[in-house]
Structures are given as C-alpha cells and as structure tokens.
C-alpha cells in the first residue's frame, strides 16, 4: 500500500483530528476556568444579547451549510488512501470550521449567559463527532 504524495493518509486524518478534537475541549475549559476565577459576569445589555443570539444561528448556519457542502463534493473511493487524498482538504477544512465554531459558540455564552449561543458550539461538536476519520469512509 502505498502513501499518498500530499493530502491526508488515514493515519494521519485521525491524529489531525484527535488534535482538533482535544483543542476544542481544552480551550472550553480553559475559557471556563478564566471566566470563573476572574469572576466575568455576562453583559446585561439587551442590544447586545439581540446581536449574541443572531450570531449564534449565523454561526450554526456556517457548520450546516459547510457540512452539506462537503458531504456533496466528497468523491467516493474504495480504497481509504485514495479517499483521504481525493477528500482530505475539504475534511480538513470542515473540521477546522467545526472546530472555531464550537469555540466562538462558547465565548459568546460565556460573554452573554444566552443559551442559544450555544447552538454553534453543539453544532461544532456534533459535526466533529458525526464527521470523524472512521465514518465518513464508511460513508
């Protein structure tokens, strides 16, 4: 079996993953622990919880449209070599959006206390999860 000159191997795909994935949860931690011990309240500002929520579905909008539209250029292929290489980039770039997404989605929960913004976040999270290595070959 041979290496794929450039894009991703299967191995590859999922340590890339594995480091999105660890990313996200250990920056929602860091943020939460921030937000604690440096006592952030939410801003009470109804202007600003108004902008807070239509973020939150602008930003659900971005993972849903970007989800389909990688599901529908995604090549099938038998051999998963040859699938990471055909598809790797668009993975690559669905994971990262999945994955500043969540993080956005988290910031401005904890900026707002509105808990729509964390729709991007589950979104975010789902794609990650719903979208890893060892499914979307199977697909």
Do not use: C
């Not at 997404?101 to 808990?115: D, F, I, N, P, R």
């Not at 975010?124 to 719903?130: D, E, K, R, S």
């Amino acid at each position: 079996m041979t290496t794929p000159a450039a894009g991703l191997t299967p191995r590859s795909a999922r340590l890339f993953h594995l480091v999105l994935a660890a990313q996200t949860v250990g920056w929602v931690v860091v943020l939460a622990v921030l937000f604690t011990v440096m006592d952030v309240r939410p801003l009470d500002d109804p202007s600003f919880r108004w902008i807070v929520r239509a973020a939150g579905v602008v930003l659900f909008g971005v993972v849903a449209v970007a989800t389909a539209l990688v599901g529908r250029a995604v090549t099938r292929e038998p051999d998963p070599d040859r699938w990471w290489q055909a598809n790797g980039a668009r993975m690559r770039m669905l994971w990262v959006i999945a994955d500043g997404v969540s993080l956005a989605g988290v910031l401005l929960y904890l900026l707002s206390g509105v808990l729509l913004a964390l729709l991007p976040f589950l979104a975010g999270v789902a794609t990650l999860v719903l979208q890893r290595p060892t499914k979307v070959v199977e697909a």
